[in-house]
């Protein structure tokens, strides 16, 4: 009786459970095996493994095209950058005076000398693919950088030791926050993002005893000093690295030598001690005009509250598991400081938070349940990506994400479209005074004819002092008549929304062409034909 009792019992045996033979308990999830005589021998990897690894392989690429979709249509309008316009064009004048050059030609108004352009490299590696590869090679780099950040950043957080579902439940608040810095085509500042994620990868492989990665720092680090001014950057995050280890009382003196070696390295530029003194003097600015070089919360209660969500995530994680089983804290608490202070910097803040947060959370017991459920409930979750892959790809395709933008018509970077055709109609050669934004787009398109009052560049050419005079000439504030006749001006190029568009007739300037978004104003004396082009609509093209 008791063998046709245990016969009955393997006959109608749960289709989840263990089947116990000669070789110990064998997981036997999802399958009925039927009356068994004797011991039954079933690979653990057929019976239990093989489903759950194509069920994680399906979720795992799920989320990735979620989030791609997601990036994509955050940062589909893709505009072209208005510093990228300066760049190129400090290269091509270069090339064509056969080295770079440090005393300014582009504007007529007094500049700084030397002229320490702290983007040069990018403005080379721009102009180079643009006259080898067309146009569209900068989209690329911009989206190629973009996908090896979130490579770098996954690798890390896995290193640490986070699930991928954990890392993609996460990546959708650092996709939001890092927006900005990729919503145009394609800031130099994306260049020391890229770098910053390469340095959270390779303090992983320090701590784990990998040193190789030594000599490849040390050899690429001249590369970013030339890219970019945000090298400081990497130095400040080796510094921190360094502490940290000394702190948790790991090896740390060959990080010591990489940090000397690395400020050495700075000098390894075409500007020479130069170079270090305008990063100094650059770093303590204030930036008043910049919106992007504000604290935080001038975006609005929104974006603050992802940010907050983002730090209280991290607190969440940093509580449960304790300061020592959070490698990299450091870094993330230095690039959240940043962050908070400059939304600039929420790019480089979001990158050090998808790197170490997810393997934090992990040890969590959220993060064990969602690790847990995605396990569990892998058909509502595998529908939710595609969900999220469907509404955001087709919000891309629809922005057409892979098309370059020149506007007119955005308030805030609008080109002027119209007025530089109208200037270039009419041949025009003289001083075209400009907004702070739009100077660099003028210059690239009628340089030499052209020269201007100021441009992006900002403290690369200008004095705090003139860029101040030039933003309070625009807002009309008392003293602007006084900026208006400092410099020989010909013409003034003014938005219409310009309080100064209003008053700007009282000096005796005329009106020589408009169009709904811009104005161009001429001394007196100066005639050009009168052009009224309010009922056209402008685009422009990249380069």
Sequence with gaps: MRGIFTTLLWCVRPVSGYYHGHGGAVKTEG?????????????????????????QTWLRFASYAGLMSFFLSLTAFNLVDVDIWHEMALIRESLRAGHLLTRDVFAYTPTLYPCIHHEWGAGLVAYGLTYWFGSDAILVIKYLIALLIAFLSLRCAQSIGADVQVWALLCPIAI???????????????????FAACCFWLFEQDRRGNRRWLVAWLCIFPLWVNLHGGFVVGIGLLALYSLEQALRRQPFLHLLFVLLGSILEVFINPFGTAYVRYIVHALAMTRPYIQEWRPVWIYGPWWTTVFLAAVAIAAY???????????????????????????????????AWISHVPAYLQRTPMGRWITSFAQRRFRFVLSVWLIITTIYLTDAIRWQFWRMRVPQTDSTYAYPVGAVEYLRQQRFFGNLMVPFRQG??????????VKVSVDGRYEVAYSEAWVDRTFRFYAAEPGWRETLNAYPTDLVLVPQTAPVARVIQQAGWHIAYADHEFEVFARAGLTLPVSNRMSESFAGVFP
């Design 31 to 55: 399958i009925c095996v039927g009356c068994v005589t004797g011991p039954q021998f079933v690979t653990e990897s057929v019976v239990g493994n093989t489903p759950q690894k194509d069920r």
């Design 176 to 194: 939001y926050l890092s927006q900005f810095g990729f919503l145009s085509v394609i800031r130099a500042q994306v260049y020391s993002f890229f």
């Design 317 to 351: 994680s940093v509580a449960k598991i304790g300061l020592g089983k959070a490698p990299g804290l450091l870094m993330v608490i230095g690039a959240a400081i940043q962050a908070t202070l400059h939304c600039k910097l929420m790019p480089l803040f979001a990158i």
């Design 440 to 449: 660099a787009y003028v210059s690239w398109k009628l340089f030499p004819a």
